[in-house]
């Protein structure tokens, strides 16, 4: 909007349009609150809205208090109605069931988020039957490995091993028996040839 017309909400319909809001939110507001609040829904402009605060807070509509360079407003809770001990009553019942019922939605939303978690971090259907199908052709491998290790002849019996391992064992004793007398004679010489090319 420009800044000669205000809104449809000018002058005296500004106080109005502020006064109302700020009984029904009973909570303070700057003027640049106030104008963000209620700029799409009444027009109001900076300008009328600054104005028009400062003449409810004249009048002792509303009241102000600056901190520092910023002055805030709030309604006069004087002119408010008095709620009766009954309503209080009533009012702190309300709180109670809505504080249990916060309650049992958070406790609701961490069961949520846990579920959530635990299924973002398991496979899904499309995953596990990839998996499965891999799964699948290694057993096809192995179980086709098997067979043709059972059905080989050329098996080792354990008799045959055992006569293995004795010989085998046999024979690193003699070399190394062999060693030990080779090491405390001189070392043999060998006798280089010439090439025949060279």
Request: aromatic residues 6%; contains cysteine; charged residues 30%.
């Amino acid at each position: 909007m420009s800044k000669g017309r205000e809104g449809p909400a000018a002058g005296g319909g500004a106080a109005a349009v502020l006064l109302r809001y700020l009984r029904e939110q009973n909570r303070p507001y700057s003027a640049q609150d106030a104008f963000g609040n209620l700029q799409r829904e009444h027009g109001l402009g900076k300008a009328a809205v600054v104005k028009a605060l400062e003449q409810l807070a004249q009048q002792g509509r509303v009241r102000e208090k600056a901190y520092g360079k910023q002055k805030i407003y709030f309604a006069d809770q004087e002119q408010l109605p008095a709620a009766s001990d009954a309503e209080l009553r009533g009012l702190d019942g309300e709180i109670a069931a809505l504080a249990a019922k916060v309650q049992a939605l958070q406790q609701s939303c961490r069961q949520m988020e846990a579920e959530l978690k635990d299924l973002s971090s398991s496979m899904t259907t499309p995953e596990m039957a990839r998996e499965l199908e891999e799964l699948r052709k290694d057993c096809a491998t192995y179980t086709e490995k098997l067979e043709r290790m059972k059905s080989a002849t050329n098996h080792v019996t354990p008799e045959e091993k055992e006569k293995v391992c004795s010989e085998q064992k046999l024979y690193c004793k003699e070399w190394r028996r062999r060693k030990r007398m080779l090491g405390e004679q001189p070392p043999f010489k060998r006798s280089f040839l010439p090439l025949p090319w060279g």
